[in-house]
């Protein structure tokens, strides 16, 4: 700690040292004395500060992965008072992986999947045509996960503009091995708009190997792809 640093503001001396957390020309020593400065902070502001470490990464992996280990330690010793903060966390980051498995650990993995899906709400609501990045990577987060709530809350992705999110809505549908997924899956495979071939090729794959019956395979005969063709009523693959 330097002299002049005595006399400057909590919050101020806070930012500071998150400067030094997320700055690569530091080297490991200065990284960890500012995380665990923050760590001995009772404070939300030094944790979300810590948190921001997740989203910065350092060309030598080996280097990076430790120090965010330990950032993860500090960070998750602190047990429930990280609930706000890494919520709020969750909201602004551009990296997910690490505070999504920090919320599992602390919170629980319903309460992580509740937060996934609020999150996606949020993105949907923001409605940015430019960053479509974080719905796509919530719902890969969320394709392993099986919940009750997740075909109604990922259906709405089956519309969105970019592509990625609605092959990745679709795999978390797929993914809940329920058949109510059947006829949402089906009127995203019939809409004329769809002009995603990989989609509608993974939904054909999927109706054929479930045997799902088809509602309207008129229409779905009109929009299969590859070599799939409509018999008895279900798609079947032809070559």
Known sequence: MGFLDFFISEDRRIAKEQRNLTNRDKNTEDREAAARWLCDRDSPRAIVALLTRFDMNLENQLKDQAEKELTYSLIAAKG???LRPLARHLERCRQLATPLRMFVDLFGEDAAVEKAFHLLQVEHERDDLNKPEKKVDLLIWLVEKRHPDAI??????????????????A??????QDDAARPLLEAALVNPTEESNRLRVRLCEAFEQR???????????????????????RIVRTG
Request: net charge negative; hydrophobic share 45%.
């Open 171 to 176: 795999e978390v549908m797929l993914g809940q």
């Open 211 to 233: 045997r799902w019956p088809l509602d309207d395979p008129e229409a779905a005969g009109a929009r299969l792809a590859g070599s799939y063709a409509v018999r008895d009523n």
């Open 80 to 82: 429930a008072a990280t």
């Open 152 to 169: 109604e809350r990922c259906a709405l992705f089956l519309h969105d503009f970019d592509e990625n999110v609605r092959y990745a809505a």
